[in-house]
C-alpha cells in the first residue's frame, strides 16, 4: 500500500468514549500531520512530529493527545470529546529539509461525529 | 506570520468556461506556493507547486498558477473547466527562511462549482 492511510474513514462516538484515530504513511517521509477541518473554517494545525520531535498549537484542547511511535505510525486518542470536536481529521506527512517544506502528502481522512 | 487570503469563498461557472481562483499571500520574502484540491468526503490532492524557476507551473488536470512576486499572488487558473473540477480549493505558502519552516499556512477555500 503506498500514501498515506487513515483508518476508520467514519466514527461515530459518545462523548464518553475513548477513542482513536490512527494514520500510516509509506512514503519514507519524516514528518507527520493532525489537521482539523470543520465546516466554514480553515484548516486547523493541531499537532506535528519532525524527526519524531512534536509540536503543538497551544490552542487544542488536552481531550486530544497525539502519539507517534516512529516515523511512519500517527494515533490521535480522543477522550470525553465535545459535539463541536465533530469535523474531518485529516493526517499529512512531508519529508522536512529543514528548510522550507515541499508540500504534503494527505490521507483521505477520517470523518469523526461525537453525539 | 504568513497568511492567505483567497478571495473567493465559491466560484460557480459554466461547463468549458474558463476560470481563475485568487491567492494572494502576506509575505514578499522568498515563499514557496502550493495549490490543493479536495474532492468531497477526500483529503487534499496537490494540484500543482511553485518552488523557484518559471512563475508559470503546470499541474495536474490541466490546471496552471501563476507567481507573481510583485503583487503577492498565485492565482490558479484553467481555460475550460468540466463538471468533475467541482472540488474545494486551497491555497497554501510556505516560508523557508522562518523558524516554522515545515510547516504550510493554508487559505480558507474556494469551492469550484461547475455548471452544465
Known amino acids: 500500500e503506498t500514501g498515506v492511510t487513515q483508518t476508520p474513514r467514519h466514527l461515530v462516538m459518545g462523548m464518553t468514549n475513548k477513542k482513536s484515530l490512527k494514520c500510516e504513511q509509506h512514503l519514507g517521509h519524516n514528518a507527520m500531520y493532525w489537521y482539523k477541518q470543520s465546516a466554514k473554517k480553515p484548516l486547523e494545525l493541531m499537532f506535528v512530529?519532525?524527526?519524531?520531535?512534536?509540536?503543538e498549537n497551544n490552542s487544542v484542547p488536552s481531550r486530544f493527545s497525539p502519539e507517534c511511535p516512529n516515523s511512519s505510525h500517527l494515533f490521535l486518542h480522543l477522550h470525553t470529546l465535545q459535539p463541536e470536536d465533530s469535523a474531518l481529521y485529516l493526517c499529512a506527512s512531508s519529508q522536512d529539509m529543514g528548510r522550507g517544506s515541499y508540500g504534503y502528502t494527505f490521507g483521505s481522512g477520517t470523518r469523526l461525529t461525537v453525539v | 506570520a504568513q497568511s492567505v487570503t483567497q478571495l473567493d469563498s465559491q466560484v460557480p461557472v459554466f461547463e468549458e468556461a474558463p476560470v481563475e481562483l485568487r491567492c494572494n499571500y502576506s509575505s514578499s520574502v522568498s515563499v514557496y506556493l502550493f495549490w490543493y484540491v479536495q474532492y468531497p468526503n477526500q483529503g487534499l490532492q496537490l494540484l500543482l507547486k511553485?518552488?523557484?524557476?518559471?512563475?508559470l507551473v503546470k499541474g495536474i488536470n490541466g490546471f496552471e498558477a501563476e507567481f507573481n512576486k510583485s503583487q503577492t499572488s498565485f492565482h490558479l487558473r484553467k481555460p475550460s473547466v468540466h463538471i468533475s473540477d467541482t472540488a474545494e480549493y486551497f491555497c497554501?505558502?510556505?516560508?523557508?527562511?522562518?523558524?516554522?519552516?515545515?510547516?504550510?499556512?493554508f487559505g480558507s477555500g474556494t469551492q469550484l462549482t461547475v455548471l452544465p
Open positions: 512530529y519532525s524527526l519524531e520531535e512534536r509540536v
Open positions: 497554501a505558502v510556505s516560508d523557508p527562511s522562518s523558524g516554522s519552516a515545515r510547516q504550510l499556512t
Open positions: 511553485y518552488l523557484s524557476g518559471s512563475t
